[in-house]
């Protein structure tokens, strides 16, 4: 049974810290592309970061590069995003995002269900 399962939300404070986890099960964690959505109330979901299989390369939109980082621990099956100087406007729920580029499931695509974020004083 495949799972993403993100634990890590909560309620923090501008500037704060928060780390997100995402941790998968059911699949080949090494054969898929990982990344962090967001979706604010009333918005679009919204891609913030990418890690490749390896880890070894990472994306980042705009509004988050530099206060963001993406890793994985592949011998965990887990993904992170740690977020430092959280702003109002990262207020979200924030998505895990599974995507295999490997030939024996390319194109597969699995979502966790969701972990909300609030940056408010």
């Known amino acids: 049974q495949v799972q993403l399962v993100e634990s890590g939300g909560g309620l923090v404070q501008p500037g704060g810290s928060l780390r997100l986890s995402c941790a998968a099960s059911?699949?080949?964690?090494?054969?898929?592309?990982m990344r962090w959505y967001r979706q604010a109330p009333g918005k679009e979901r919204e891609l913030v970061a990418t890690?490749?299989?390896?880890?070894?390369?990472?994306n980042y939109v705009d509004s988050v590069k530099g206060r963001f980082t993406i890793f994985r621990d592949n011998a965990k099956n887990t993904v992170y995003l740690q977020m430092n100087t959280l702003k109002a406007e990262d207020t979200a729920v924030y998505y895990c995002?599974?995507?295999?580029?490997?030939?024996?499931?390319?194109?597969?695509?699995?979502w966790g269900q969701g972990t909300q974020v609030t940056v408010s004083s």
């Open positions: 995002n599974a995507d295999c580029t490997s030939l024996s499931c390319f194109g597969r695509k699995y």
């Open positions: 890690s490749s299989r390896t880890g070894d390369t990472t």
């Open positions: 059911g699949f080949t964690f090494t054969h898929y592309v």
